[in-house]
């Protein structure tokens, strides 16, 4: 009745938005080519798409640096999110829950959790270099660090605001504490914890470029960074177009996901950072 | 008939976040025989939600004692079914998966309890909704599983806390009529709670009225009407009277 997204005038409908959304990319790639073509902008400055698809294809060829494709870059990019990202996500979802589920715990803990919460992530990397090295640790522990605190404090959140009635209506059904954790209490965080997950994801972006700017050889951070040196800025908007592109990839991914396991879910519009 | 509850001297008080006590209910003495249909109505405040969430186990009375079969209530428990205002139905869980919950985690094995969705599905009239999620149905329709859920335990006891307050007039009265055609089809001990005297007067075989600050039991009615009753009777509109003249 209410799933109206998924009639088929509802997925004619977004046939139609993504067709538009197309149509208005093209027109602005359209539009940037022939500026720069009749020469109203630096193509130095403002190198046009096709000057960028070429670039792109040297990357994949030739590599930047020499020898360092873009396929090395995108791998090192998305593995280094994975990896911090599903750290914070397997510790920060069950200890959310803990915390969360416990009155006197969540009053102890939360002001530590908002202290380190408050800390720019990024001021970070330097400490995270002296403790663990200048290796791969240091920058996954960063994202890791970065995703933890949003993902943990929406699991918290969400076992707190549980509509108490959910638990009383288990509880007159003879369900045990046991029981109630796992078939209330889980399921009802779901929708918020996933909303926190989302939120997280555009961060492990955020803090792995940061990190990749500052410090690595390899990683779409470091192309961007690499090509600023040699003053490539073709080279740069291929580093950054592959960013937004990957960015969107996983977060469809997590919307599709989320759609999967939770078919019942209304999609949350408020979120907690 | 024997007495299924008996509530003797029960006291409800609640402190405030200031230390400040404020009585709910106050010395409520009642009993109730099996399969009974009795209803509770009164203003807001009158304590009549707190009296049914005491014989829930969910609350404990401060003083006094409830017994249900010479047993004092000691927390909830399947034996007694509750169905809240606004159904509380698991969003997560179909129909079926929330008519089975309770009988699942009694550890019902699975055939068994899908044999259970059935029958209720269907005495609830909901045969072809049994895949839906909570939210694709309507009020009314939601509050035909969160009573078929109540009644999937088999519970002796039904305790229903103003089930069809959020409900549009139309939809009220047919489930007024389904909740008495399911009540005799089951044969279950009824408490109801509600705001609506003539809701009271169509389903009950015996009134309390309540009056507020503190709750107390003012005057009690007995129905003494065939059912189904015609709400514009004469009999209906005197009994209406004898019990809107005692809440006011």
């Known amino acids: ?273 | 008939m024997n007495e299924k509850i008996r509530i003797a001297g029960v006291f409800k008080s609640f402190k405030s976040r200031r230390n400040e006590e404020s009585v709910a209910v106050e010395d409520i003495n009642l009993t109730v025989q099996t399969n009974e249909f009795v209803t509770l109505v009164g203003r807001s405040g009158c304590g009549k939600t707190t009296l049914l969430n005491m014989m829930a186990g969910l609350l404990r009375p401060t003083d006094g004692s409830i017994l249900i079969d010479d047993q004092p209530v000691d927390g909830p428990g399947p034996d007694r079914g509750m169905v809240f205002q606004h159904s509380a139905l698991f969003p997560w869980l179909t129909t079926a998966g929330n008519i089975e919950f309770g009988p699942k985690n009694q550890g019902v094995p699975k055939a068994k309890r899908r044999e259970i969705a059935q029958e209720l599905i269907e005495l609830v009239r909901l045969k072809g909704f049994e895949n839906k999620y909570p939210r694709e149905l309507s009020g009314g329709m939601q509050q035909r599983v969160a009573i078929a859920r109540a009644l999937a335990t088999d519970p002796e006891i039904l305790l229903m806390d103003e089930p069809f307050g959020a409900l549009d007039e139309l939809t009220r009265s047919e489930m007024q009529s389904e909740l008495l055609r399911i009540w005799q089809a089951r044969t279950k001990t009824v408490i109801f709670v509600t705001h609506s005297i003539s809701e009271a007067i169509f389903l009950s075989d015996r009134v309390i009225i309540l009056s507020p600050h503190p709750g107390r039991i003012r005057k009690e009615v007995v129905i003494d009407l065939p059912r189904p009753r015609q709400l514009a009777s004469q009999e209906f509109l005197q009994y209406y009277e004898e019990i809107q003249s005692a809440i006011f």
């Open chain 1, 1 to 273: 009745m209410r799933f109206s997204n998924l009639t088929p005038t509802g997925i004619a409908s977004r046939l139609i938005d993504l067709l538009i959304g197309i149509v208005t990319l093209v027109a602005i790639g359209a539009l940037w080519e022939y500026l720069v073509q009749n020469g109203h902008l630096n193509p130095y400055f403002f190198p046009p798409p096709t000057e960028i698809a070429d670039e792109l294809e040297k990357i994949t060829t030739v590599g930047f640096p020499r020898g360092v494709t873009i396929f090395s870059h995108i791998q090192a990019t998305v593995l280094r999110i994975l990896k911090g990202y599903a750290m914070a996500a397997v510790l920060g979802i069950p200890i959310g829950l803990f915390v969360g589920s416990r009155q006197f715990l969540d009053r102890a803990v939360m002001p530590v959790v908002t202290f380190a919460r408050s800390v720019a992530t990024i001021s970070l990397l330097p400490l995270m270099v002296a403790w663990f090295g200048v290796g791969e640790l240091s920058r996954v522990l960063l994202v890791f660090y970065g995703c933890f605190w949003v993902i943990m404090t929406n699991s918290a959140f969400a076992v707190k605001t549980i509509h108490p009635q959910y638990i009383q209506a288990a509880e007159t059904l003879g369900a045990s504490k046991t029981q109630i954790f796992f078939q209330v209490m889980l399921p009802a965080s779901l929708p918020r914890i996933f909303s926190g997950m989302k939120v997280a994801l555009g961060l492990a972006f955020l803090y792995i470029v940061a990190v990749e700017l500052i410090n690595a050889e390899e990683g779409l951070g470091s192309l961007i960074w690499e090509a600023r040196t040699f003053y490539r800025s073709d080279t740069m908007m291929v580093g950054l177009f592959m960013l937004s592109i990957f960015g969107f990839a996983l977060a469809q991914g997590l919307d599709l996901l989320e759609k999967v396991l939770l078919p019942w879910a209304e999609s949350l519009e408020e979120i907690e950072r």
